[in-house]
């Protein structure tokens, strides 16, 4: 297990910005957090590391936005509104998933038998008797 410590939006950002340096084809990131927590945060700085220059926004309304630009291309996924995971089938996830792209997946837990043993597991959490601003963000081995 990592862990990191963010006491700004901007720390966030760079954490996110980092990890996708290292980030390699068919990866997946499952993100985990509370509504305002700062995954979309993490994702911009995510798709910045990436090479993905212009706006990054979640993909609430339609489940997955493409990002081809970058060293990698990137499948940025929000599964909030998902009311069955049997919905990411006519998307075609598996694609996705199994492609030569990075997944980086907020609320994966609506789909959590979907997943791949090889999902990267991260939670952000919200702690405010450090810090209102603080982000304490976890990733499992």
Do not use: N
């Not at 305002?36 to 309304?61: C, M, N």
């Amino acid at each position: 297990m990592k862990v990191w410590e963010s006491f700004s939006e901007e720390e966030t950002y760079r954490i996110g910005k980092e990890l996708a340096q290292q980030a390699k084809p068919g990866d997946i990131i499952a993100l985990q957090g509370d509504l305002g927590v700062g995954k979309t945060v993490f994702a911009r700085g995510f798709a910045a590391g990436l090479g993905i220059e212009g706006p990054v926004a979640s993909p609430t309304f339609t489940f997955v936005i493409c990002y081809a630009q970058g060293r990698l291309p990137l499948y940025h996924f929000d599964l909030y509104r998902i009311a069955d995971p049997e919905e990411l089938d006519e998307i075609g996830y598996e694609e996705f998933f199994y492609g030569s792209g990075v997944c980086l997946v907020e609320w994966p837990e609506r789909a959590e038998e979907l997943f791949p043993a090889h999902t990267v597991w991260m939670r952000i959490e919200k702690d405010f008797a450090k810090d209102a601003a603080y982000r304490k963000i976890t990733m499992e081995d």
